[in-house]
C-alpha cells in the first residue's frame, strides 16, 4: 500500500472516530438508547484499530517514529492523554457533570491532536503564532 493511500485511510479513519466519540458523548449526555446499540459498541474499536495500523505503516514507510520526531511524540502522548480522558467520559465518570468536564478534555486532546498532525509541530495549533 501506498504511502498516500495509508494517509487517506488513516485521515477517514480519524474523522470516522471523531465524529463517532461527539456523537457517543452526546448520546452519553442525554441518556440515549442509541449508545447501547450493538454496532455502536463494537465499531469504534474496529475504526480504531485501522486507525492505529494505518499510523504505525505510515512511521514504517517514512522512518518517523515517536522518541525521534518530537511531532509524533507529542501526538502519541495526547493519543494516550485522549484514551484517558474519552473512557471517563463514556463510562467511568461518576455523574454527568464529571463525565461532560472529561467529553470536553477529551474533545480539546482531539483539537490538539489533529493540530499536531496538520502543523507536524508539537505546539500544534501555537506553531502558527510563532
Same mark, same amino acid.
Given at each position: 500500500?501506498?504511502y498516500p493511500? +495509508?494517509k !487517506?485511510? !488513516?485521515v477517514g479513519c480519524?474523522?470516522?472516530? =471523531?465524529?463517532? #466519540?461527539c456523537?457517543?458523548?452526546?448520546w %452519553?449526555?442525554?441518556?440515549?438508547? $442509541?449508545r447501547r446499540h450493538?454496532?455502536?459498541?463494537i +465499531?469504534? !474499536?474496529?475504526v &480504531?484499530?485501522v486507525l492505529l *495500523?494505518?499510523?504505525?505503516?505510515?512511521?514504517?514507510l517514512s522512518g518517523?517514529?515517536?522518541?525521534?520526531? &518530537?511531532w509524533?511524540?507529542?501526538?502519541v502522548?495526547?493519543?494516550?492523554?485522549?484514551?484517558?480522558?474519552g473512557? %471517563?467520559?463514556?463510562?467511568?465518570?461518576?455523574?454527568?457533570t464529571q463525565?461532560l468536564? #472529561? #467529553?470536553?478534555?477529551a474533545l480539546?486532546?482531539?483539537?490538539?491532536?489533529? =493540530?499536531?498532525a496538520? =502543523? $507536524?509541530s508539537?505546539?500544534?495549533f501555537?506553531a502558527? *503564532?510563532?
Amino acid at each position: 500500500m501506498t504511502y498516500p493511500l +495509508l494517509k !487517506h485511510l !488513516h485521515v477517514g479513519c480519524a474523522i470516522l472516530t =471523531s465524529v463517532g #466519540f461527539c456523537l457517543r458523548g452526546l448520546w %452519553m449526555l442525554t441518556d440515549s438508547p $442509541r449508545r447501547r446499540h450493538p454496532a455502536v459498541r463494537i +465499531l469504534p !474499536h474496529i475504526v &480504531d484499530t485501522v486507525l492505529l *495500523a494505518s499510523a504505525v505503516a505510515m512511521a514504517l514507510l517514512s522512518g518517523q517514529y515517536p522518541l525521534t520526531a &518530537d511531532w509524533l511524540t507529542a501526538k502519541v502522548i495526547a493519543l494516550l492523554l485522549y484514551i484517558g480522558l474519552g473512557t %471517563m467520559a463514556l463510562k467511568r465518570g461518576r455523574d454527568k457533570t464529571q463525565r461532560l468536564a #472529561f #467529553f470536553i478534555g477529551a474533545l480539546l486532546c482531539l483539537a490538539y491532536i489533529v =493540530s499536531v498532525a496538520l =502543523s $507536524r509541530s508539537a505546539l500544534g495549533f501555537l506553531a502558527w *503564532a510563532v
